[in-house]
């Protein structure tokens, strides 16, 4: 068991400590200074404590644990951190401020000092991966081994503890849990001793009392620093007298003790907090409703904008309206609610905060008959701030961020008004929309689980919320439980809310993808025609849904090797979105990405390697590094540098991109596949063909388990498997292997679908290694026409076709044909691709092209 520091609050020679009291600007501003609260301007006493704390910490033995700060509610734990951080930040590089009571926030958290840290290695299709990357940076103390976290609040023992990194740095936890004491060392904090209590108190009111008088408010607050603070700034606001202060301390004290208040907190701060509230009702009875309804929130910070006019239907029957109108009287409002010291206020965020102490004391205080109600303005209140911004826009990703920590201790999900359930589910969409998965799925499932209890299971918010937990679970890796759950909701919607419902058209949009992730691409194309049909008379032709619907429709073109048409619709799409001012980042790169995707498709390399430049650097810049979709767009761009000759640089971000996927996501996820193929490809590019033959033998069982036996991206990779067998020397291997897939590939799409002629490229190449050129020249005659009829005559795959079939010809001697076949082929080689492009050298020197497949993002 770790043994407990015996840290106190006096120095050696047993007088109270007075530290001087430096300004925030006066010390070395650490690299990294991850939004610590502003510290209390009354702090005093202590000093000893902190040195105490400051020596453990340093020490060689305990650098490499956690410290705990453990005491009650209101003794100060988390003042003492943040005066922790700014007393001694000068000797960090990184200091970061954790909220520790809910899971999805310490994991949200982490990944934003992931972003700040800009790991090359930590871009995230996740924020639990994206947190991980940063406490694995931590751990290893690059680039920074001088760190300071600090979890606050952090009550779950066993999963902070988990968390918490062990390495160069500090890690500090504030909690009301003793458990802590088993666990790592820990900092008893308990309330002041006496001299601090007079010390604090003369120092807070200031000529308003006396030593004596201080002492005698010490004496009946039991020096709780939170009732102290409230005691003071009681004082200093209404100039009551100590005398009278206690007189009504001790009536009060009487009654609180015949209500049997909660023992989670003391008497104490029960009787200071009441005093407080009663001098307040009778001077500003306003601020005590809003202060009501914050108690209905997170103890976190709340955004100062969420104090506002609320629109007009958000207005009708709330009790908070007529204040939030007047911003004059909002702004006095939450001035008096600092000056009694009930919120703290933090002007340099923004934002207003009310001790979890005082929240539980206003609730209790309030009837509960109340209580729904008050709980109902809380929601209001959170559902106005977001109204009007789309929660896939990352410009409103902060405000959305800011609001989380209050969606679960506000009770959300009990709410039966429509208004906070849009809200909710807005919340869903912005986190699935930014990346964290897995609390968007956490949330989902219990709103749906809720709002199905109350209001059924045909109810229209819990049918959007399947909606969304089906694009969740499909992101997370389940192709096939997305589909299920959409089929199914699809016959509901149409029966309970009609064909051409808002919301049965977004599930008819996203159940789309559901039939292309099942190699479905004809039914999906017919699918999303009637959607986009549906969608230019629902919404108009030049709607940002509308949009999404075009751009749907283009990739089931694209899956179809209808190359003309799908580059004809991206384009329009993607010229209409960069217009469009109520297109989301998202959206807008989602597209970008298709059309440098359908460039490459088309056979320009170099163009789509210019746009797929355009499209990382937009997606690092506005949705960052970690992003889902700018890891998508990173795959497709390695693709367009290998094409274009640029191997090195496409192997370098393949082998990135490949990694973090699978450190984030697990090998078995279409992402993560995706960028493995890549990287194998590229691998084969650059001659390492023997580590790129043991990562597809790896993939290759993998694509049939997430896409089926019959599936085509199944022969795709079966495909560039074939390939990789022949070059290692395998060669009867891979022709069983290449003839199988391309009977698949024909079967499920054509004969002279890109997918199947790449195939029958590689195929004729594993019959001419096994000495059957004539089988290889008749394959390759017959695939080269196909070629030509597709493509034309100056498309990459069809000039490998030609250089191929040039390389057959001369081991059968037919060396004019040859001759003839080479000069028209090498002219448009170089003409195409220019005279150093990699694939021209090998056509100039009579060996063999070949070609592989990449999947392209459903």
Same mark, same amino acid.
């Given at each position: 068991?770790?043994?407990?520091?015996?840290?106190?609050?006096?120095?050696?020679?047993? %007088?109270?400590?007075s530290?001087?009291?430096? +300004?925030?600007?006066?010390a070395r501003v650490?690299?990294?200074?991850g939004?610590?609260p502003?510290?209390?301007?009354n702090?005093t006493?202590?000093?000893?404590?902190?040195?105490?704390?400051h020596e453990?910490? @340093?020490?060689?033995?305990a650098?490499?644990v956690?410290?705990?700060l453990?005491?009650?509610?209101?003794?100060?734990?988390?003042?003492l951190?943040?005066?922790?951080?700014?007393?001694y930040r000068?000797?960090?590089? &990184?200091?970061?401020?954790?909220?520790?009571?809910?899971?999805?926030l310490?994991?949200?958290s982490?990944?934003?000092?992931?972003?700040?840290l800009?790991?090359?290695?930590?871009? +995230?299709?996740?924020v639990?991966e994206?947190?991980?990357?940063?406490?694995?940076?931590?751990?290893?103390?690059d680039p920074?081994?001088?760190w300071?976290?600090?979890?606050d !609040?952090?009550?779950e023992?066993?999963?902070?503890?988990?968390?918490?990194?062990?390495g160069?740095?500090?890690?500090?936890?504030?909690?009301r849990?003793?458990s802590?004491?088993?666990?790592v060392?820990t900092?008893?904090?308990?309330?002041?001793?006496?001299?601090e209590?007079?010390?604090?108190?003369?120092?807070?009111?200031?000529?308003?009392i006396?030593?004596?008088?201080?002492n005698q408010?010490?004496?009946?607050l039991?020096?709780l620093?939170?009732?102290?603070?409230?005691? %003071?700034?009681?004082?200093?606001?209404t100039?009551? +007298?100590v005398?009278?202060?206690?007189?009504?301390?001790d009536?009060?004290?009487?009654?609180?003790?015949?209500?049997?208040?909660?023992t989670?907190?003391p008497?104490? @701060?029960s009787?200071?907090?009441?005093?407080?509230?009663?001098?307040l009702?009778?001077?500003?009875?306003?601020?005590?409703?809003?202060?009501?309804?914050?108690?209905?929130?997170?103890?976190?910070p709340?955004?100062?904008?969420?104090? =506002?006019r609320?629109p007009?239907?958000?207005?009708?029957g709330?009790k908070?309206?007529?204040?939030?109108?007047?911003?004059?009287?909002?702004?006095r409002?939450?001035?008096?609610?600092?000056?009694?010291?009930l919120?703290?206020?933090?002007s340099?965020n923004?934002?207003?905060q009310?001790?979890?102490?005082i929240?539980?004391?206003?609730?209790?205080?309030?009837?509960?008959?109340?209580?729904?109600a008050?709980?109902?303005?809380?929601?209001?209140?959170?559902?106005?701030?977001v109204?009007?911004?789309?929660?896939d826009?990352?410009?409103?990703?902060?405000r959305?961020?800011?609001?989380?920590?209050h969606v679960s201790?506000?009770?959300?999900?009990?709410?039966r008004?429509s208004?906070?359930?849009?809200?909710?589910?807005?919340?869903?969409?912005?986190?699935y929309?930014?990346?964290?998965?897995k609390?968007?799925?956490?949330?989902?499932?219990?709103f749906?689980?809720?709002?199905?209890?109350?209001?059924?299971?045909d109810?229209?918010?819990?049918?959007?919320?399947?909606?969304?937990?089906?694009?969740?679970i499909?992101?997370l890796g389940?192709?096939?439980g997305s589909?299920?759950?959409?089929? $199914?909701l @699809?016959?509901?919607?149409?029966?309970?809310?009609?064909?051409?419902?808002?919301?049965?058209?977004l599930?008819?949009n996203?159940?789309g993808?559901?039939?292309?992730?099942?190699?479905?691409?004809?039914?999906?194309?017919?699918?999303?025609?009637?959607? &986009?049909?549906?969608?230019?008379?629902?919404?108009?032709p030049?709607?940002?849904?509308?949009?999404?619907? @075009? !751009? !749907?429709?283009?990739?089931?073109?694209?899956?179809?090797?209808?190359?003309?048409?799908?580059?004809?619709?991206?384009t329009?799409t993607?010229?209409?979105?960069?217009?469009?001012?109520?297109?989301?980042?998202?959206?807008?790169?989602s +597209?970008?990405?298709?059309l440098?995707?359908?460039?490459r498709?088309?056979?320009?390399?170099?163009?789509?390697?210019d746009l797929g430049?355009?499209?990382?650097?937009?997606g690092?810049? =506005?949705?960052?590094?970690?992003?889902?979709?700018?890891?998508?767009?990173?795959k497709?761009?390695?693709?367009?540098?290998?094409? *274009?000759g640029?191997?090195?640089?496409?192997?370098d971000l393949?082998?990135?991109?490949?990694d973090t996927?699978?450190?984030?996501t697990?090998m078995?996820?279409?992402?993560?596949?995706?960028?493995?193929?890549?990287?194998?490809?590229? $691998?084969?590019?650059?001659?390492?063909?023997v580590?790129?033959?043991?990562?597809?033998?790896?993939?290759?069982p993998?694509?049939?388990?997430m896409?089926?036996?019959?599936h085509?991206?199944?022969y795709?990779c079966?495909?560039?498997?074939?390939?990789?067998?022949r070059?290692n020397g395998?060669?009867?291997?891979?022709?069983d292997?290449?003839r199988?897939a391309?009977?698949?590939?024909?079967r499920?799409?054509?004969?002279?679908?890109?997918?199947?002629?790449t195939?029958a490229?590689?195929?004729a190449?594993?019959?001419?290694?096994?000495n059957?050129?004539e089988?290889?020249?008749?394959?390759g005659?017959?695939?080269?026409?196909?070629?030509?009829?597709?493509?034309?005559?100056?498309?990459p795959?069809t000039?490998?076709?030609?250089?191929n079939?040039?390389?057959?010809?001369?081991?059968?001697?037919? $060396?004019q044909?040859?001759d003839?076949?080479?000069?028209?082929?090498?002219?448009?080689?170089?003409?195409? &691709?220019?005279?150093?492009?990699? *694939?021209?050298?090998?056509?100039?020197?009579?060996?063999r092209?070949?070609?592989?497949?990449?999947?392209?993002?459903?």
């Open positions: 068991m770790t043994s407990k520091l015996a840290l106190n609050a006096r120095s050696s020679g047993g %007088g109270t400590v530290v001087s009291h430096h +300004s925030p600007d006066s650490p690299a990294i200074w939004r610590v502003q510290r209390n301007n702090f006493g202590r000093a000893q404590l902190l040195r105490n704390l453990s910490l @340093m020490s060689n033995v650098a490499v956690p410290h705990a453990h005491g009650l509610g209101g003794v100060g734990k988390t003042v951190a943040i005066e922790y951080a700014y007393r000068s000797e960090y590089d &990184l200091v970061w401020y954790i909220p520790a009571d809910q899971p999805m310490v994991k949200s982490l990944a934003g000092l992931a972003r700040e800009r790991l090359p290695i930590s871009a +995230s299709a996740k639990e994206a947190a991980e990357a940063a406490l694995d940076a931590l751990r290893r103390g920074y081994e001088k300071l976290l600090i979890f !609040n952090a009550d023992v066993e999963e902070i503890n988990t968390i918490a990194p062990r160069p740095g500090h890690v500090l936890i504030t909690s849990n003793h802590w004491q088993g666990v060392p900092v008893p904090v308990n309330v002041f001793p006496r001299e209590s007079v010390e604090f108190l003369v120092k807070r009111v200031g000529q308003g006396t030593e004596t008088e201080a408010l010490a004496e009946a039991g020096d620093p939170l009732a102290l603070e409230q005691a %003071g700034a009681l004082q200093v606001e100039g009551i +007298s005398e009278e202060y206690l007189r009504l301390l009536e009060e004290t009487t009654r609180l003790l015949g209500t049997n208040k909660p989670d907190y008497l104490s @701060m009787a200071a907090w009441t005093l407080s509230v009663q001098q009702t009778a001077r500003m009875p306003k601020a005590v409703e809003v202060l009501r309804c914050c108690a209905f929130l997170g103890p976190e709340i955004p100062r904008d969420l104090f =506002q609320l007009a239907d958000y207005a009708a709330s908070l309206a007529e204040i939030l109108a007047d911003p004059i009287l909002t702004s409002v939450i001035r008096e609610l600092g000056r009694y010291a919120v703290k206020i933090d340099a923004r934002t207003i009310v001790h979890r102490l929240q539980a004391l206003l609730r209790d205080d309030l009837p509960k008959t109340e209580h729904a008050m709980r109902g303005e809380a929601h209001l209140l959170l559902a106005a701030a109204a009007s911004f789309e929660p826009d990352n410009a409103a990703w902060p959305y961020a800011a609001l989380l920590g201790p506000a009770g959300v999900h009990h709410s008004d208004r906070t359930r849009r809200f909710a589910l807005s919340i869903v969409r912005y986190l929309s930014s990346g964290d998965f609390s968007a799925q956490t949330l989902v499932e219990l749906i689980a809720q709002w199905q209890a109350d209001s059924g299971p109810d229209y918010s819990v049918l959007a919320a399947q909606r969304h937990q089906a694009i969740i499909r992101e389940d192709i096939a589909f299920e759950l959409n089929q $199914q @699809m016959i509901r919607m149409r029966d309970v809310l009609g064909e051409d419902h808002e919301e049965t058209l599930l008819r996203s159940h993808a559901d039939l292309r992730f099942r190699g479905d691409f004809g039914e999906a194309l017919q699918h999303d025609l009637d959607s &986009l049909g549906r969608h230019e008379t629902v919404f108009g030049e709607h940002r849904r509308t949009l999404r619907a @075009m !751009n !749907n429709l283009a990739l089931d073109y694209l899956l179809l090797g209808e190359y003309d048409k799908a580059s004809e619709l991206q329009t993607f010229e209409r979105q960069r217009a469009s001012a109520g297109v989301s980042s998202l959206n807008v790169l +597209s970008w990405n298709g440098a995707r359908i460039t498709l088309q056979g320009q390399y170099r163009e789509a390697c430049e355009d499209a990382y650097e937009f690092v810049e =506005q949705l960052g590094p970690e992003h889902p979709w700018t890891l998508r767009v990173a497709d761009l390695s693709i367009a540098k290998r094409r *274009d640029k191997v090195e640089e496409s192997l393949a082998r990135r991109t490949f996927q699978v450190r984030n697990g078995d996820h279409p992402d993560a596949l995706a960028a493995g193929l890549c990287l194998a490809n590229a $691998q084969r590019a650059f001659g390492d063909v580590e790129a033959l043991e990562l597809l033998e790896d993939l290759t993998r694509f049939k388990k896409y089926g036996d019959d085509p991206f199944k795709g079966d495909t560039n498997l074939a390939l990789l067998l070059i395998r060669t009867e291997e891979a022709v292997l290449d199988a391309r009977e698949g590939l024909d499920r799409l054509a004969r002279d679908h890109h997918f199947t002629l195939c490229i590689n195929l190449s594993d019959l001419a290694a096994m059957e050129h089988q290889a020249i008749r394959l005659e017959s695939t080269l026409g196909k070629l030509r009829t597709r493509f034309g005559l100056d498309h795959l000039l490998a076709g030609a250089a079939l040039v390389v057959d010809l001369l081991q059968l001697g037919a $060396q044909e040859a003839e076949l080479k000069a028209d082929t090498l002219q448009r080689y170089r003409r195409v &691709l220019g005279r150093g492009h990699p *694939d021209v050298i090998v056509a100039e020197q009579n060996r092209l070949d070609f592989d497949f990449d999947p392209p993002v459903l």
